[in-house]
T-cell receptor
Framework: GQNIDQPTEMTATEGAIVQINCTYQTSGFNGLFWYQQHAGEAPTFLSYNVLDGLEEKGRFSSFLSRSKGYSYLLLKELQMKDSASYLCARLDSNYQLIWGAGTKLIIKP | TAGITQAPTSQILAAGRSMTLRCTQDMRHNAMYWYRQDLGLGLRLIHYSNTAGTTGKGEVPDGYSVSRANTDDFPLTLASAVPSQTSVYFC?????????????FGPGTRLTVL
């Protein structure tokens, strides 16, 4: 994706914690989205951050630092069903979403 | 609640043929979008519509056209398909009440152009 970087693939163990990082171009920034996409399915919304800090939603949390152009998605108490791709998307100055290529998360028992 | 539906689920199309991918939403959302998703790349916006009767070009509009005659439907047409248009196509919608509203996606159409 345009100016959005996230790791291609990560592996973690069931029950553990994993952090998926995303860096983005800071100019024309209007917010940062995280989506989950299971193989062969549509992306589904996880979180939206526009202010600095941590937003917590159950086992999932998302963090944003606007000055650093950095966000992460934190997944706790990993379950096998969390195996999916996680997409980071920046809302640009035209309020269009610019998407990263996604991070494929593999959960091992 | 159906949300967003797309048809067909998948299609194999000969190069040079035309095709229309259908997208319908029942959430009364104002804004609708068409994306393509290719391996190793992020979702790329093809066309969008902020409200019925208006459309706009996204990042990769060439070879595609759209119309928005009413709130619910947003068809995507390939006038003369080429192999590089082989992709998974997702339609999405958002309520458009604010610029930062969440987009909801349809199940996708897998298109192969030979």
């Amino acid at each position: 994706g345009q100016n959005i970087d996230q790791p291609t693939e990560m592996t973690a163990t069931e029950g553990a914690i994993v952090q998926i990082n995303c860096t983005y171009q800071t100019s024309g920034f209007n917010g940062l989205f995280w989506y989950q996409q299971h193989a062969g399915e549509a992306p589904t919304f996880l979180s939206y951050n526009v202010l600095d800090g941590l937003e917590e939603k159950g086992r999932f949390s998302s963090f944003l630092s606007r000055s650093k152009g950095y966000s992460y998605l934190l997944l706790k108490e990993l379950q096998m069903k969390d195996s999916a791709s996680y997409l980071c998307a920046r809302l640009d100055s035209n309020y269009q979403l610019i998407w990263g290529a996604g991070t494929k998360l593999i959960i091992k028992p | 609640t159906a949300g967003i539906t797309q048809a067909p689920t998948s299609q194999i199309l000969a190069a040079g043929r035309s095709m229309t991918l259908r997208c319908t939403q029942d959430m009364r959302h104002n804004a609708m979008y068409w994306y393509r998703q290719d391996l190793g790349l992020g979702l790329r916006l093809i066309h969008y519509s902020n409200t019925a009767g208006t459309t706009g070009k996204g990042e990769v509009p060439d070879g595609y056209s759209v119309s928005r005659a009413n709130t619910d439907d947003f068809p995507l047409t390939l006038a003369s398909a080429v192999p590089s248009q082989t992709s998974v196509y997702f339609c999405a919608s958002s309520d458009g009440e604010g610029n930062t509203d969440t987009q909801y996606f349809g199940p996708g159409t897998r298109l192969t152009v030979l």
